[in-house]
Structure formats: C-alpha cells, structure tokens
C-alpha cells in the first residue's frame, strides 16, 4: 500500500497535485477541531470586517470569522461526502455483484430497476424530499437519499465485472470445492472487484459533494451547521456581492473548487493506476 | 420478430417502467413523510393573524380534498394516478386560483428550449474535442482545452454559474444576469425581442456547457483511444486510407454509439443541473418554479413539477432511444 502511494507520488503528476491539495484542505478541515470559537455561534466577532492580520480571511455579516467558518465548513461538507460513498457503494456492490453473478432473470430484474433509476432525475426528487420533511431534515437523512439515488451507475459497472468473473476457471473450482454464492462473492470476486469499487469511489464523493453544496447554497439543508454551500446561501442572503463583502463568498469558492479539483485530479490518476492502458500509453506505447 | 420490433418493445417497457416508478416514488415521498401537508398549508396560512377555529377546520378539509388525501393509502394512489394523467394538480396556493398545470405549461419551453439548446452544444463540442484529443494524443493545443474542461467538470453547476453571474454581471457587466428576455419586450418574431431571448439566454446556457461538456470529453477521448488499437483501424492505416477519413469512418462513427446511449443517461443529471441554473439566473423555467415553490410552501406546485419533471425526462430519454437505431444498423437487423 506505502510503495504504490511512493511510487504513484514520484512518478504522477496528477496524482501528486491532488495528493497534496487534498491533504492540504483535510489538514485544514481538520483544525476546525481547535478553533477559538464555536462554530455555529453568530455575532461574536464584529461583522464585515476585511481581510487583516488578524482575521485573515475577513469576517461575515453575521459576525463569525470567514477562516473558521470554512475550516467548520469543508469538515462538515466532507463528512456528508463521505458517508453518501461508503452508504452508496454498498447498494452498488450488492446489486452490481448479485446481478452479475446469478445472471438470468434476476440480472434482468435487477437491472431494469437499477436503469429505471438512472432515468430518474435525482435533483427534483431530492428536493421534494426535503420538501416534505423541512424541519426534520437532518443530514444523515439527506445523505440516506442522496445514496439511494447515486449507486446505480456504479452497480452497472460493477456488475459487467462480476460477470466477466463468473465464467473464469476459479469461480468453477470454487463451485465444486463447495463455497456457498455468498462466499464466493465476498471471498473469490470481491478482491477484482475492489478496485472498480475504489475508482467510483472517488467519483461518487466528488457527486456527493457536489449535492451537498448545491442544496446547502439553496438553503435546503441545516442552515445553521457551516458548510461550504451554506456560507455561501448565508452571503446571499446577507447581499454580500452588493454589499462588497466580497471575501465572504471568494474565499469559499475558492475553497471549494480547490478542493473538487485536489479529489478529480486524485480520481484520475488513481482510474489510469487501475487501468493498464492509459499506463502504457504513459509510457509512450 | 425481428430486431427492430423487439427493441422498440423493450424501450417501451422501459419508459413505461419509468414513469410507472416515478409517479410512485412521488407518492409514497409525500405521503410516508412525517410531515402533514395539509397542516403546514393551515399553518401557513394562519400565520398572518388570529382565525377562527371553524373556518380552519373548513379549510382543512378542503385542502384534504384538493390533495386527494382522503380515504385510504390505495385510494389515495389511485386518485393520485388520475390527477397525473388527467394533468390536473390543482390550483397553486402562492399563486392562487392559477392550475399548477398552467404555470408549468408556460414555464416547460423556456426549460426545453434552454436545456436542448445546451445539450446539442455541450454533447457535439465535448465530443468532438474529446474525439480529436484522443486521436491526436499529442497536439498541445488539445491537451491544454481537455485540461481546461476536465477541471471544470467536477465543479457543481451552481458554482460555475455564479463565478460567470459575478464576472459578467457585476466585474465586467455586458450580458444580462437576470430572466429570460427584456420585460418591456412583446413576445414574436421580432429582430428586438429574439436578440433579448439570446443575451438573457447566454450565461444560462453558457454555464450549462461548462458543466457538461467534461464527463463528454473524458469518455469520447477514452474511448477513441481504444477503437485506435483496434485491428480495422491499423489495417486502414496500413492501407493508406488518409487519415481524416479514418478519423472520421472508422473512429469517430464507432465511438458516438456509447456516447448516444451516453446522453441519454444522463439527461436526468442534465435536469437537475438546469434547475439549479435557472433558479440563479432567475430564468422563467420549471427549475426556478419548483425552487419558489418550495420557499413559498406550495405542496401542490411542488408535487406537479417534480412528477412533471420525471415524466419529461422520460420523454426526452426515450426520443433518443428511439433515434438509436437508425444510427446503429445492428439494433435494426437484430
């Protein structure tokens, strides 16, 4: 694991960039655990203050430190992330391989569903939810739907895998040495599986941050725990660009398009490690 | 039967399947939620000031009559069904008496129009590009606009629409940020009129582009640089068939397949990104009316659009399926 993360850092570019930024904003997220204020606290410091030695990134209309605010933010953002990949990806390899691997009219079942869900389109659906719920919208709530919705693509690719697998001379071996579906599954498929898990993996976070900021910007989420999409729902509705508190709304772009850049740059360059022929193409065959 | 019978079947199954779960989906969100509509209605209503108990219990029930919530769960699915295929989702509470179906109605082909419009740019230049990207793998110039669109494509369209609103609304104001056309303007076909509908039309559009035109370029790129291996491709070139038009009839041709199947996968994301678009733009489409909708507390305007929305999508993904075999001859010969 340590020799391919040296190996990929000296020899990829790519891979080295987003390392770096992505480390660099999770260090950052991560402070946020020692910051001077609480995070959902408003008017504590004076408001609309521009960036200064002392408050290096300005301060919001509302009183609170843009710096802490976003370290607060991004945490947050990246834990709703993270929790809609792992939920997602277990809806995606329990489908994606069941599917694959029996075949026949369960394959037909599952993937007519799993098709009829990718037509679904995900954003009115998430906001008719949140609708229905308001006040009692919580984010895990938020990211138990956002899961729901997002595995379907990643079944598909996971099962034409699985596939490919169950006519291999092991998975017979493994049918006559006596394992049972489940074991031959998890046991057998699992570990060629696992690095297309891994690659949508990352595409799948980069989605559900994605959501997450376009929902939190509408205001359509807890407003008041800080993430990246409502600081910027907050500098709206506090007129922040007429008002010219531009640091307000700069600095958390920046944030995140530093941060979908950090985890797109580590996803391709992880997809060209997985994949054997964009290597060789590297090198130039 | 032969194979052109049994695809169409097979999509239309599907698209049925579509709308069939949508419409259900729907349902079983708003009615299995913890929240009343019919009391957030009332209560929305009371806010204002003081009324008296018995007018709110006549209200009550007629905002349970007007939502089909009475009676059981299946006759409530059922009355459901009917209001979905009679069109009829009552009349909007913020913009009382106005049928739901009529605001959607006039809002849908500012949508149609702004998203097909994007679509066909966003769909032919990302593959285009990403076609010449893949098979000239080393002209600079193409790696440098992959780059450029390869960065922005994980940026939410949200983001992008709002780094474009500030730099030509506000930094350098040329374009206009809000609407669709020039208010004062009379709709028709006049020069004033269609030159506003493109000024107003262009950010939106724009931003939709940015947003789409990366996942094209990585996928068309990928996928010419396999079909550039394959032994039909080495054999022309052997043969001395000249290269644009090796690019063009035994490359490119073979890699638009997946990428029409492609789109319409993808039209259900495209949506919820013209949604957002809209709402920023403040684009008289169903994406800005469901957002107000929701910020008004409008159930029946938010329901309409959003089973809309669904059956639409389905439409629009089907029409291309149906498209599908008159490119791809094996879907015609079975």
Request: no cysteine; hydrophobic share 55%; charged share 10%.
């Amino acid at each position: 694991m340590f020799k391919i993360l040296r190996d990929l850092l000296r020899y990829n570019i790519e891979f080295t960039i987003g390392f770096i930024l992505t480390l660099a904003i999770f260090l950052f997220a991560l402070a946020h655990f020692w910051a001077p204020m609480p995070d959902t606290a408003i008017y504590l410091l004076p408001p609309d203050m521009p960036p200064s030695a002392e408050y290096w990134f300005g301060t919001t209309s509302r009183g609170q430190d843009v710096l802490w605010q976003m370290s607060s933010a991004i945490w947050n953002t990246m834990l709703f992330g993270l929790s809609v990949t792992i939920l997602s990806r277990l809806f995606a390899v329990a489908v994606g391989m069941i599917s694959g691997y029996l075949g026949g009219k369960w394959d037909e079942f599952l993937m007519t569903i799993n098709d009829t869900m990718i037509a679904l389109p995900n954003i009115p659906i998430l906001l008719l939810v949140y609708f229905v719920m308001r006040d009692q919208m919580s984010w895990p709530v938020l990211a138990l739907t956002a899961a729901l919705l997002g595995w379907n693509y990643d079944a598909r690719l996971i099962r034409s895998v699985t596939l490919s697998l169950r006519n291999r001379e092991f998975t017979r071996h493994a049918v006559f040495a006596g394992m049972s579906v489940p074991q031959i599954l998890v046991r057998q498929h699992l570990p060629y599986v696992m690095p297309v898990i891994f690659f949508t993996a990352m595409n799948n976070l980069i989605w559900a941050i994605g959501l997450e900021v376009t929902l939190s910007v509408l205001g359509f989420s807890d407003i008041n725990r800080p993430t990246i999409g409502g600081m910027i729902y907050w500098a709206n509705q506090h007129q922040a660009i007429i008002a010219g508190i531009w640091w307000w709304i700069a600095f958390p772009i920046i944030a995140v398009v530093l941060l979908f850049l950090g985890l797109f740059l580590l996803a391709i360059s992880v997809n060209e490690y997985i994949d054997p022929r964009s290597r060789l193409s590297r090198m130039g065959a | 039967m032969d194979g052109f019978a049994k695809y169409l079947v097979r999509r239309f199954f599907q698209f049925f399947l579509v709308i069939f779960l949508g419409v259900s989906l729907a349902f079983l969100i708003t009615n299995l939620s913890p929240v009343d509509p019919v009391e957030q209605s009332v209560s929305l209503m009371t806010s204002f000031g003081a009324t008296d108990p018995r007018s709110v219990e006549l209200m009550r029930s007629a905002l349970e009559e007007l939502y089909g919530l009475q009676g059981t769960m299946l006759d409530q699915y059922l009355s459901f069904w009917g209001r979905v295929l009679r069109g009829d989702f009552g009349p909007s509470l913020s913009a009382f008496p106005t049928p739901v179906m009529s605001l959607i109605m006039g809002a849908l082909p500012w949508t149609i129009g702004l998203l097909t419009l994007a679509l066909i740019i966003t769909w032919s230049l990302g593959n285009l590009l990403g076609a010449l990207a893949g098979y000239y793998r080393s002209n600079v110039l193409l790696k440098l606009s992959g780059a450029a669109v390869m960065a922005l494509h994980p940026v939410p369209a949200y983001i992008i629409g709002l780094v474009l609103l500030l730099a030509f609304g506000f930094i350098w104001p040329v374009l206009p940020i809000s609407g669709g056309a020039q208010m004062n303007l009379q709709p028709g076909f006049t020069f004033e009129y269609i030159r506003s509908l493109i000024l107003h039309g262009t950010l939106p559009a724009l931003t939709l582009v940015l947003v789409g035109i990366g996942s094209w370029f990585i996928s068309m790129r990928s996928l010419v640089s396999n079909i550039v291996t394959d032994d039909h491709v080495v054999y022309a070139e052997l043969g001395g068939v000249n290269s644009s038009k090796i690019f063009s009839q035994y490359v490119a041709r073979n890699a638009l397949l997946p990428q029409l199947t492609g789109l319409a996968l993808s039209l259900g994301n495209v949506f919820g990104g013209a949604v957002i678009t809209e709402f920023l733009f403040n684009y008289p489409g169903v994406g800005r009316l469901l957002i107000q909708g929701i910020y008004r507390g409008d159930y029946s305007l938010v329901l309409g659009v959003t089973t809309m929305s669904i059956i639409s999508v389905a439409v629009a993904v089907f029409i291309i399926d149906l498209l599908y075999p008159l490119i791809d001859p094996r879907v015609r010969l079975g």
